[in-house]
T-cell receptor, first 115, second 112 residues
Framework: GAVVSQHPSWVICKSGTSVKIECRSLDFQATTMFWYRQFPKQSLMLMAT?????????EQGVEKDKFLINHASLTLSTLTVTSAHPEDSSFYIC???????????FGPGTRLTVL | SQKIEQNSEALNIQEGKTATLTCNYT??????LQWYRQDPGRGPVFLLLIRENEKEKRKERLKVTFDTTLKQSLFHITASQPADSATYLCALDEAAGNKLTFGGGTRVLVKP
């Protein structure tokens, strides 16, 4: 149980375009989903927390207008990187947690490369 | 905010030996602490969670201890195998909302 998927697993896009990444909890209802970013040889940095049906809460320094997060259902959250630039190239990972649970279950990640 | 320190140097260990990893934090003691395994190019995989009122937790060949006086958690892999080679991350909750702060991770390489 507790499987989280992400799509796509990798994406290459041109500078200035937008990219949408999906995060799904496959076998449980995710009341809260988290989006992280990980640069090479660094640890995970939390970008934002999203609760189903509510606006996402962004960490300090993360532009909410650039990284649009939608959590429309208990099994799906999306992250849209708008007007992507090469410095947005990174490994984006989502995680999900169920009601009353402390453990977070992570997706396999999405490798974004902006040319 | 919480600062978490893990040994950034890779840990090279012979198969069959016990690997011990350290996670130190600087500020308040979290309600719980978690350990994850991460393989290259993959998302973290949850291993163990230990709460502030627990001293030790075990799962198969894994053992975690939590010392709130020392502000430290130790993570042990007993009878290590080459398949245990990965980066191990510790993460602490930020007191509310299940937000986690991750340490930098320690890479473990188990040699046959």
């Amino acid at each position: 149980g507790a499987v989280v998927s992400q799509h796509p697993s990798w994406v290459i896009c041109k500078s200035g375009t937008s990219v949408k990444i999906e995060c799904r909890s496959l076998d449980f209802q995710a009341t809260t989903m988290f989006w992280y970013r990980q640069f090479p040889k660094q640890s995970l940095m939390l970008m934002a927390t999203s609760n189903e049906g509510s606006k996402a809460t962004y960490e300090q320094g993360v532009e909410k207008d650039k990284f649009l997060i939608n959590h429309a259902s208990l099994t799906l959250s999306t992250l849209t990187v708008t007007s992507a630039h090469p410095e947005d190239s990174s490994f984006y990972i989502c995680s999900a947690t169920g009601q009353g649970a402390d453990e977070q279950f992570f997706g396999p990640g999405t490798r974004l490369t902006v040319l | 905010s919480q600062k978490i320190e893990q040994n950034s140097e890779a840990l090279n260990i012979q198969e069959g030996k016990t690997a011990t990893l350290t996670c130190n934090y600087t500020n308040y003691s979290p309600a719980y602490l978690q350990w994850y395994r991460q393989d290259p190019g993959r998302g973290p995989v949850f291993l163990l969670l230990i709460r502030e009122n627990e001293k030790e937790k075990r799962k198969e060949r894994l053992k975690v201890t939590f010392d709130t006086t020392l502000k430290q958690s130790l993570f042990h892999i007993t009878a290590s195998q080459p398949a245990d080679s990965a980066t191990y991350l510790c993460a602490l909750d930020e007191a509310a909302g299940n937000k986690l702060t991750f340490g930098g991770g320690t890479r473990v390489l188990v040699k046959p």
